[in-house]
Nanobody, 125 residues
């Protein structure tokens, strides 16, 4: 059984930083895409950042480019999202997701197979 456990969310002031972690158990990541999505109240889930596990290639939403950095640790089978210069608009529940059948970073949430439960990020102004 594949399980994704996120951690690292919290409350931070505008301009602050947080580092989210996503530990994957039950499957060793290799030819997969791993991405972070977020969903704010009343809004649709949106793609934030993704990484192709085998190549390390990354892709970001325009809204976070230059502020967020996605990375991976093969030994820990974990992905991370470093979030700097946070803004109130970044407030949302952040979830990590694994695409089981592709290493291509896709931005459509329906194409991801496994999901974590999410971690709350709140940025105060």
């Amino acid at each position: 059984q594949v399980e994704l456990i996120e951690s690292g969310g919290g409350l931070v002031q505008s301009g602050g930083s947080l580092r989210l972690s996503c530990v994957v158990s039950g499957r060793t990541l290799s030819r997969n895409a791993v991405s972070w999505f977020r969903q704010a109240p009343g809004k649709e889930r949106e793609f934030v950042a993704g990484i192709s596990w085998s190549s390390g290639t990354s892709h970001y939403a325009d809204s976070v480019k230059g502020r967020f950095t996605i990375s991976r640790d093969n030994a820990e089978n974990a992905a991370f999202l470093q979030m700097d210069n946070l803004k109130p608009d970044d407030t949302a529940v952040y979830s990590c997701a694994v695409a089981a059948d592709t290493a291509v970073i896709v931005t459509i949430p329906q194409l991801y197979t496994y999901w974590g439960h999410g971690t709350q990020v709140t940025v105060s102004s």
